[in-house]
Antibody
Framework: EVQLLESGGGLVQPGGSLRLSCAAS????????MSWVRQAPGKGLEWVSA????????YYADSVKGRFTISRDNSKNTLYLQMNSLRAEDTAVYYC??????????????WGQGTLVTVSS | QSVLTQPPSVSGAPGQRVTISCTGS?????????VHWYQQLPGTAPKLLIY???NRPSGVPDRFSGSKSGTSASLAITGLQAEDEADYYC???????????FGGGTKLTVL
């Protein structure tokens, strides 16, 4: 069974840091690009970051560029998101998702269950 | 304000047909980028519903269909069922932003 399991969310003060992890199972992890998508409470979906299967290429939304770093360890089938200089507007559920590319865009499948990050003093 | 525009809500009675629109621009849907759709049931993670404008993943009922024309796309649901009550999101790529973008989401209510 294909599964993505996020961890590492929690409460952090503004300006603080947090590292999210996503453990993948049930598929050949290194063959897939991966992304993080977030959803603020009661709001819609927002793409955050993406990484190629090898880890050699990374992409970021302007809203997190310079503050967040995506990485992966294919030997551990794990995706990471290092979040620094956190702001209140980063408060959201963060989903780990598989990214499948075609015709210049990616669709996202599968999705993890999400981990909640709350930035507040 | 989302780059892709969806109606905030739609509703329909059981058995009816509803459509959800997703309007973009010349830098995303109009530029030829594919549109994908997701269903988010209450309290759960989103799930891929349609990919590549009109393709259904395995397990998605054929009551769900997608189409694209010009700078817009649509999701149609026929034979509406109570279990279809959810939030629906469209997604594509925007070349001006160099980012994947989502619509603001549409809440479907089954009356």
């Amino acid at each position: 069974e294909v599964q993505l399991l996020e961890s590492g969310g929690g409460l952090v003060q503004p300006g603080g840091s947090l590292r999210l992890s996503c453990a993948a199972s049930g598929f050949t992890f290194s063959s897939y690009a991966m992304s993080w998508v977030r959803q603020a409470p009661g709001k819609g979906l927002e793409w955050v970051s993406a990484i190629s299967g090898s880890g050699g290429s990374t992409y970021y939304a302007d809203s997190v560029k310079g503050r967040f770093t995506i990485s992966r360890d294919n030997s551990k089938n794990t995706l990471y998101l290092q979040m620094n200089s956190l702001r209140a507007e980063d408060t959201a559920v963060y989903y780990c998702v598989g990214a499948i590319a075609a015709a210049g865009t990616n669709w996202f499948d599968p999705w993890g269950q999400g981990t909640l990050v709350t930035v507040s003093s | 304000q989302s780059v892709l525009t969806q109606p905030p809500s739609v509703s329909g009675a059981p058995g009816q047909r509803v459509t959800i629109s997703c309007t973009g621009s010349s830098s995303n849907i109009g530029a030829g980028y594919d549109v994908h759709w997701y269903q988010q049931l209450p309290g759960t993670a989103p799930k891929l519903l349609i990919y590549g404008n009109s393709n259904r993943p395995s397990g998605v009922p054929d009551r769900f269909s997608g189409s694209k024309s010009g700078t817009s796309a649509s999701l149609a649901i026929t034979g509406l069922q109570a279990e279809d009550e959810a939030d629906y999101y469209c997604q594509s790529y925007d070349s001006s932003l160099s980012e994947e973008v989502f619509g603001g989401g549409t809440k479907l209510t089954v009356l």
